[in-house]
């Protein structure tokens, strides 16, 4: 059974600073490839980043470039989205996502249907 567990989120003033943590439970999905989606009300659910190729490859939106990085720790099974320069359009749930790697990855798909599992979601709120 996989599990994602999402923490970090929380409200912040425009220019701040978050981050958030993805501790994953699933031992037998390895290589893992993991990603951070985020839906604001009456909007899609849309790509934010992600990371696979045993942590080697990542990508970015680019509405997110420059500011928010995605990275992994294999040891403590999590992976973080570093968000700086918070904009009030960042607010929105941020959801982790999961599933098995493929050698064929140039970079992590950006589309939600290569990804299984799904976390519960944390709320990011940036308002003055």
């Known amino acids: 059974q996989v599990q994602l567990v999402e923490s970090g989120g929380g409200q912040v003033q425009p220019g701040g600073s978050l981050r958030l943590s993805c501790e994953i439970s699933a031992h037998t999905l390895t290589p893992r490839l993991m990603g951070w989606f985020r839906q604001a009300p009456g909007k899609e659910r849309e790509f934010v980043a992600a990371i696979a190729c045993n942590y080697g490859c990542t990508d970015h939106a680019d509405s997110v470039k420059g500011r928010f990085s995605i990275s992994g720790d294999n040891a403590k099974n999590t992976v973080y989205l570093q968000m700086n320069s918070l904009k009030p359009e960042d607010t929105a749930v941020y959801y982790c996502?999961?599933?098995?790697?493929?050698?064929?990855?140039?970079?992590?798909?950006?589309?939600?249907?290569?990804?299984?599992?799904w976390g519960q979601g944390t709320q990011v709120t940036v308002s003055s």
């Open positions: 996502a999961a599933d098995s790697d493929s050698p064929y990855y140039r970079t992590p798909p950006s589309d939600r249907s290569a990804y299984r599992y």
